[in-house]
């Protein structure tokens, strides 16, 4: 059953995305190809911006660029009105080339390099975000080189169970942050320090978490950290509760707990438990957030195009026979969603070229790739999907929910070229990503034979600078 947003309609059979018959778009240039809503970006950013600041008017939000860092996405985002959270130089790069100011600007990383260190207290972020004691001292000498004290916040594992996938579970033992024992004396140190302003706790605590528990309890416990670095002298002025909203991946009218890709929570749900202990605790400490997903996740489709079809037998273990499976193949696979076999992510699909069709036939769904593995996952809890029986090669398939980690993580594997990216709005169509040439293949390899004068510099990617 295909779940109509209020601006995806159906007309003649086909889906139709703020306007933009995605059937006719996909005939009209190559598949695959994502297809933004700029108008969904501002519905989101507005809808948390309101949810967050009603309840607690000092909050600040940062999206995570990592969920999707295309230039024209970041200028939507701060034209939106929000700021701007980076995880490398690259990021921090394209943060500033997208318009970004630095005060706008929070810098994240597990294993921050010193160039990139230096390009972020040269520029003067707002914040580095910091991993460990020893990335501590190796910030301080840095900023002690530049001549200008490092604005920090501390990342701490608070140690709160999330419901989430076992992949994405950040504080709870897993590789971010400093170990809550540490905390404490890990501040007193910043704030001992003249090349350090220590100025927040960072406590980003998963993502895709589909209840607001781990919240609850990782705000009271990042509070009482707070106090206790208070009292010992160091008084700070936010508190980053990190990003980590779930978005309904899967349309069930009920969510099974276990099922992180359902969710019923909405922004308001995660705004009510963080700013309800905020306003009983600390109503005067600032909030800062950095949501990623669930920005970017409902903004994009991915429009495929199915290449080869194929009945095949299901076989029983003695390899008898016992009926038969219809096979799909479209033209992406994880080259362009890497996450549905990475983490075996599950995005809803509709056959768009048939949308008043009753989708009532089991078909396995795969993508192009030479691999094995390059299969989506089913419906609940079959390998199939359910699509109309007379859908063939030449359909549109449509994967919703295709905003966040998906452009961003594209991959040239099979030499297959990376996917182009259009926005919708009202009808008309706007490139805001080319598809990559079949010279984009090999832009970075060295040819045989050509003199190494010839090729680029090797060695560092950009530090940001
Ligand atoms: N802040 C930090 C420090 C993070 O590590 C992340 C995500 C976010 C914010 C944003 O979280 P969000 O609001 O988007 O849940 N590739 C995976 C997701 C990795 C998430 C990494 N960190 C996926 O496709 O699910």
């Not at 530049?146 to 169970?161: I, S």
């Not at 309890?217 to 670095?229: P, S």
């Not at 509709?350 to 192009?368: H, I, K, M, N, Q």
């Not at 199939?384 to 998906?406: K, L, M, Q």
């Amino acid at each position: 059953m295909v779940h109509l947003d209020g601006d995806i309609t159906v007309s003649d059979g086909h889906l139709v995305f703020d306007g933009v018959d995605v059937v006719a778009l996909a005939r009209r240039v190559a598949t695959p190809f994502f297809v933004f809503s700029p108008r969904r970006i501002r519905w989101n950013v507005s809808a948390m911006v309101n949810a967050f600041t009603r309840r607690h008017l000092d909050t600040e939000i940062f999206f995570a660029s990592k969920a999707c860092s295309n230039l024209w996405f970041l200028d939507q985002v701060r034209r939106a009105g929000i700021n701007l959270e980076v995880n490398s130089g690259g990021e921090l790069w394209k943060a500033q080339r997208a318009g970004f100011a630095p005060a706008q600007i929070i810098f994240n990383g597990v294993a921050k390099t010193r160039d990139e260190i230096r390009a972020a207290v040269e520029a003067g972020v707002r914040a580095l975000v910091v991993d460990s004691v020893y990335e501590l001292e190796r910030i301080a000498e840095v900023a002690a080189a530049v001549g200008r004290p490092a604005a920090v916040d501390l990342r701490v594992d608070v140690n709160v169970a999330t419901l989430t996938h076992p992949g994405l579970v950040t504080a709870h033992g897993g590789k971010p942050g400093i170990d809550l024992d540490d905390a404490l004396e890990a501040f007193a140190f910043a704030g001992a320090h003249e090349a350090l302003a220590p100025r927040g706790l960072h406590l980003h605590i998963g993502s895709q978490i589909t209840g607001v528990e781990p919240y609850l309890a990782a705000v009271e416990k990042g509070l009482d950290l707070i106090e206790a670095v208070a009292a010992a002298g160091v008084p700070l002025d936010h508190l980053n509760a990190g990003g980590g909203f779930a978005i309904p991946y899967r349309d069930q009218p009920v969510c099974e707990p276990v099922d992180y890709f359902c969710s019923a929570l909405t922004i308001d749900d995660y705004a009510e438990a963080i700013c309800g202990v905020l306003e009983r605790r600390r109503p005067g400490l600032k909030l800062l957030l950095e949501p990623g997903r669930s920005i970017s996740g409902n903004t994009a489709l991915l429009v495929t195009t199915i290449e080869n079809t194929k009945v095949k037998g299901l076989r029983d273990a003695a390899g008898r026979r016992v009926g038969d499976e219809r096979w799909l193949t479209v033209d992406a696979g994880f080259n362009t969603l890497l996450e549905h076999t990475n983490y075996r992510w599950y995005y809803r699909t509709v056959v768009a070229s048939r949308a008043a069709e009753a989708a009532d036939t089991p078909f396995r769904l795969a993508g192009p790739l030479c691999d094995g593995g390059d299969v989506f996952a089913g419906d609940d809890d079959t390998p199939y999907r359910s699509f109309p029986a007379a859908t063939a090669p030449g359909d549109v398939v449509v994967f919703f929910d295709a905003g966040a980690y998906s452009l961003e993580m594209m991959n040239p594997y099979n030499a297959r070229p990376r996917a182009a990216a259009y926005a919708a709005h009202e009808g008309e169509i706007q490139m805001i990503r080319a598809a990559d040439t079949l010279d984009d293949l090999i832009a970075c390899d060295v040819e045989p034979g050509a003199s190494t004068a010839a090729t680029r510099a090797g060695g560092k990617a950009p530090a940001g600078s």
